[in-house]
């Protein structure tokens, strides 16, 4: 018998926490040829079986091509059936404690001013590159990209339950990746912000312009988070650091101001356990 959920809330939170009957069933797809396939529903991504579902949706999402898009920006869940009487949409999402990474360019006015338009937006554009390896190869969702900064969301159905772990290794991982070390230079200064919340995720917008984002004032912090993080630096609040079991002997721990909220965090660098 197919699960029955109260609310389309409560179905989208066992979407996103993990436990959904469509993530755990044994998919159809799976006999039929070839990998790499989408990681929930089983749906191949290559020729021959992949050009027969492409064109329904089961193609590698944007944001995570691990998975397929139509696991969630097209699955038919309760909460797409049955529309409230107002004509209203439901909404596509619920709120769950997922893991969240801002990645800002530290000091990228003053790097823009320093080099020719061109030669910054390349800078950019290999910025915005790196960061998406780094946080797909971490089963982090890639959430936007703003200005000079990049977002990452670690969610439980697809970074698993220890999501605050993968988000402080994703962090590491990407001051590697940027050049950040004991010896050279940065190829670009960045600081890092992790926090770990109840925040919601879900598609919001219309139709035209659907896209699966996080809102809330988790989402605020993390992003304050970010900005206050010097060069090579890696702020993880006391949330994320509980919650990943950070060793925080030793370490760093910095009272800030973000914007007029306070907070508490955990300064990390590459090397630290």
Request: overall charge negative; aromatic content about 8%; some cysteine.
């Amino acid at each position: 018998m197919a699960t029955r959920y109260e609310t389309p809330e409560e179905e989208w939170a066992a979407l996103l926490e993990g436990t959904h009957p469509h993530l755990l069933d044994p998919s159809p797809f799976r006999f039929i040829p070839s990998s790499p396939r989408c990681k929930l529903c089983k749906a191949p991504f290559r020729a021959p079986g992949g050009v027969i579902l492409r064109p329904f949706g089961f193609r590698p999402w944007t944001k995570n091509p691990h998975i397929c898009g139509r696991c969630f920006t097209n699955i038919d869940l309760q909460a797409r059936l049955c529309a409230p009487a107002d004509g209203e949409a439901h909404v596509r999402g619920a709120e769950v404690e997922i893991s969240m990474l801002f990645a800002d360019v530290r000091g990228s006015s003053g790097i823009a001013r320093s080099m020719p338009s061109m030669e910054f937006t390349r800078l950019m554009d290999r910025f915005y590159r790196v960061s998406t390896d780094v946080l797909i190869e971490h089963e982090a969702i890639v959430e936007k990209f703003v200005g000079d900064e990049v977002v990452g969301l670690f969610v439980p159905f697809l970074a698993g339950a220890d999501h605050a772990r993968a988000a402080v290794d994703t962090a590491r991982h990407l001051l590697r990746a940027t050049g950040h070390g004991p010896v050279d230079e940065p190829w670009v200064p960045i600081g890092v912000g992790v926090h770990t919340g109840r925040a919601f995720v879900g598609v919001v917008g219309t139709a035209a312009t659907a896209d699966f984002t996080a809102l809330g004032d988790p989402m605020n912090l993390a992003a304050h988070l970010a900005s206050a993080a010097g060069p090579g630096e890696i702020l993880v609040t006391d949330e994320a650091a509980a919650a990943a079991g950070l060793a925080s002997g030793g370490l760093e721990h910095r009272h800030v101001s973000l914007k007029g909220r306070p907070a508490d965090a955990f300064v990390l660098g590459v090397a630290e356990p």
